[in-house]
């Protein structure tokens, strides 16, 4: 996350909504949604869930490096493109 009141915050991206060129990641942007007994849920109260997160607010960290990688991108030899740590050429793509 590089921008925000989250900004600095590292999570797990859950899930990418190529759509709209956003995500959901683990434990960020968390919105409460109150919700009424009745209807689909059983009980009331209030559910914490991800929000989707816009990728430009997002930033790859590199597993290896353990920090916010500068990312390049390149091509494979099976014409599949990945995007890879500049530092330290760990393909960050899986
Ligand atoms: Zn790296």
Known sequence: MIAGKEKGK??????VIPQNER????KLNIVKRHTRPGGKSAQ????EK??????????????KCAEAARVGKK????????????KCGEILDK
Do not use: Q, W, Y
């Not at 009331?44 to 559910?47: F, L």
């Open 10 to 15: 590292i999570g797990t991206v859950l899930k």
């Open 75 to 86: 091509v494979l030899e099976d014409s599949s493109k990945v995007r890879f740590c500049k």
């Open 50 to 63: 991800e929000a989707p997160i816009h990728i430009s607010n997002l930033m790859l960290v590199c597993g």
């Open 44 to 47: 009331g109260g209030i559910i």
């Open 23 to 26: 995500a959901v990641v683990e």
